[in-house]
């Protein structure tokens, strides 16, 4: 069969009315085919003409129903939101950021037309850290009727506060209170965090070193202080309670210049990893002598090594070591954006726990979306079963409201560079 | 046994890092009977000089032996001037006043020069690097000590020898001697003492900055609080040992190590401290001068 001419209004045309033209060329099976075929294109663009018309119809109906739903949301009731925590007082720095971080997520929030076409409004009170005025903040809020809150800021004055919120269906969320019962007492399931509570980094470590390094027997040695030896403990509690043992728990003498008794003592005690709670100074030197001694085990530390400084002092000594610090946030763009953001509008740097109140915001009015209504018990769940990009990453909330996804990581340091362990 | 042997050595090298500063200490409080509390800082200086001028000679590409050598000698005269100046402005004025005023007035130095170093260099630990050799036939104990310990150890029996001979046996040592004595009566008989104490003060810093290079060596890390605590430590050693006997600063340091490894290794090293103090208060009591310390007759 040969190829029939290219354009098929033409062949239709020409079949149609049996062109003699064609009748040289084509036999008169052939012509019968095309004419069927003509036919074909034919009712096909006829369907394609009407489907056009229905399109347009559509996309009619939709534009009047947006016009018609923009207009609905003008006299539609705002969404309140409370931002509680210290916005005077000496606390005031690690409470105002959070309610700069609340106005510029609810702006963007605003300007791309609110949530289900509900403008989001913030209610903003102080509790300057103080738990009886953080009481008195919660029942403020709840009588202004607010769907939830953000707050509050230091973890006294949010467990005063928390009970009268969970008493009226109030989802909470706090960028900054880190106590561990808050969460893993189950009291509040009204209650979530952007922060890991305080022991995060004691039970990351312990899983760490348990699961991935496989280590059976350690000895953990602090450096006397508040931050190290509050770390090891907690090491040392979650690794006996996971069947580890703790050959060694001693504190050493922070800036002495020598610790090869201690080190030996270690070597003595034959274990297959030491966990350091204190600082980069003495891990530095820690990690020396030991490696000097021939000594090749897993050396596991906390944020307080989690520092450039460390690796310039221990320099080759360092390769290899692990420590555990907040997770890297500062290549994801909205982190970015958010703090551009926030120097555009307030000309300064953010404060403290300004990214974990930019996430908690945006992972609230996501959730609130995300539910279609300010039901409690749907926010709820969308908070616990949703993942959302914030500033924090890409986040969602465990069972007891403690964030998933953001917190501390495990970082190794990896050719002179600490490198996030995934 | 081979634990305790480990235990052993890490104290002697322990010990041999406090004598290396006590001898410092040992030698001022001798002559004039001043604590200097500023020694710790001078280490601490010396160090840091030797960083300095370590880092821009190995910048110019020099053999590692010509900057140890080099950087050594320039922390030594850097320090040594130091030492002259500090006791030229802060001791020598109050010389005959009360002890205390000179006591208080080395504390005052002390916190200066931490603060001088604090703002005038970094309060950032800085690394250390070593420059010192690495013994190859150690490497096969290098469970129980090495080149550097090894160093320190050398070191300081040698300055420790040499201080001594300098004391007992040179014209230089003799005018110490008569000026520990009685400084009004060796004034008398012609020694000129005001360049008798600078010359102790030029020794002992030279001592510290000995002392700052190889330790900083060995710790790997320099900051300018590393003099408090090191001072602090040397001078219970010295103390211990009989305070002014050179000998008595070497043996009261080892018995220091000694006692901090052996507490570390058999009990817990979170009494490290305590132990350093229990050994310093037995000692004391049972010999209040310090173990080679002699006892001053009151004249009355």
Request: with cysteine; proline share 3%; glycine share 10%.
């Amino acid at each position: 069969m040969r190829q029939p001419p290219v354009f098929d209004e033409i062949i239709y045309e020409a079949m149609r009315t049996l062109d003699m033209k064609y009748q040289d060329i084509y036999s008169s099976q052939e012509l019968a085919s095309f004419i069927i075929y003509a036919h074909i294109l034919h009712m096909r663009k006829e369907e394609y003409k009407m489907k056009r018309r229905n399109m347009v119809l559509a996309v009619f109906a939709m534009v009047s129903l947006l016009v018609l739903s923009g207009t609905q949301s003008v006299f539609a009731a705002p969404i309140k939101i409370g931002v509680a925590g210290a916005h005077t007082g000496d606390l005031a720095s690690y409470g105002l950021p959070t309610v700069n971080a609340a106005k510029l997520v609810v702006k963007d929030f605003n300007d791309k037309g609110g949530i289900n076409g509900q403008k989001v409004e913030l209610v903003i009170e102080d509790d300057q850290c103080k738990p009886e005025l953080a009481t008195n903040v919660a029942a403020k809020l709840v009588s202004s009727k607010v769907v939830a809150v953000i707050g509050h800021i230091c973890s006294g004055a949010t467990k005063a506060a928390l009970g009268i919120y969970k008493d009226s269906k109030i989802v909470t969320i706090s960028p900054s209170a880190t106590n561990p019962p808050l969460t893993q007492s189950g009291e509040y399931p009204n209650f979530f965090r952007t922060i890991a509570s305080d022991d995060a980094q004691a039970k990351l470590a312990t899983n760490f070193l348990i699961k991935t390094l496989k280590l059976k027997k350690i000895a953990v040695l602090h450096d006397k202080g508040d931050y190290g030896k509050g770390f090891a403990e907690l090491v040392k509690q979650y690794a006996e309670e996971d069947g580890i043992q703790v050959a060694l728990f001693e504190g050493i003498s922070p800036g002495a210049p020598d610790y090869s008794a201690v080190i030996n003592k270690i070597s003595n005690a034959k274990v297959d990893g030491v966990v350091w709670g204190g600082y980069h100074p003495e891990a530095s030197k820690l990690v020396q002598q030991m490696k000097d001694k021939g000594m090749n085990i897993s050396f596991i530390s906390d944020d307080g090594i989690k520092d450039d400084t460390f690796i310039e002092v221990a320099g080759k000594y360092s390769e290899g070591v692990y420590a555990t610090g907040p997770t890297d946030t500062s290549t994801n763009p909205l982190a970015i954006k958010a703090i551009a953001d926030h120097k555009k509008e307030f000309g300064a740097e953010p404060g403290a726990f300004f990214l974990n109140a930019y996430g908690a915001t945006q992972a609230l009015l996501n959730a609130i979306a995300k539910a279609g209504s300010t039901d409690y018990n749907k926010i709820v769940a969308a908070l616990q079963s949703e993942y959302v990009d914030t500033a924090l990453g890409n986040i969602s909330f465990d069972k007891r409201g403690d964030i998933i996804g953001f917190g501390f990581s495990v970082f190794q340091v990896q050719n002179g560079k600490y490198v996030e362990l995934k | 046994m081979e634990y305790f042997l480990k235990l052993f050595l890490s104290g002697t090298a322990k010990g041999s890092i406090y004598a290396l500063i006590a001898l410092g200490y040992t030698m001022v409080y001798g002559i004039i009977q001043l604590i200097n509390f500023a020694h710790g800082e001078i280490y601490m200086i010396g160090g840091f000089t030797a960083l300095i001028f370590g880092g821009f000679f190995f910048s110019k590409g020099m053999p590692v032996g010509f900057v140890l050598l080099f950087s050594v000698l320039l922390s030594i005269i850097y320090a040594a001037a130091f030492g002259y100046t500090i006791e030229k402005i802060a001791y020598r004025p109050l010389r005959g006043k009360p002890r205390l005023s000179a006591l208080i007035s080395a504390i005052g130095v002390s916190m200066v020069l931490q603060n001088f170093v604090l703002l005038a260099q970094t309060e950032k630990f800085l690394p250390f690097p070593s420059y010192l050799p690495e013994f190859k036939w150690l490497q096969p104990y290098k469970e129980y000590i090495n080149s550097t310990q090894l160093i320190i150890l050398g070191v300081t029996a040698v300055i420790m020898v040499l201080l001594t001979f300098l004391i007992k046996f040179t014209r230089m040592g003799k005018a110490m001697r008569a000026t520990a004595q009685d400084m009004h009566m060796a004034q008398l008989v012609g020694v000129d003492i005001n360049q008798v104490i600078s010359m102790t003060f030029i020794i002992g810093s030279a001592l510290a900055a000995i002392g700052g290079v190889l330790i900083c060596s060995y710790m790997g890390q320099i900051n300018y609080y590393i003099g408090f605590i090191a001072g602090i430590k040397a001078f219970v050693a010295a103390v211990l040992g009989g305070i002014g006997s050179i000998p008595g600063a070497v043996l009261g340091s080892f018995v220091l190590g000694w006692t901090e490894s052996l507490g570390t290794g058999y009990i817990s090293s979170d009494y490290e401290d305590a132990f350093a103090f229990i050994i310093l208060i037995v000692i004391l009591l049972i010999k209040p001068e310090g173990i080679l310390g002699r006892t001053r007759r009151q004249k009355v």
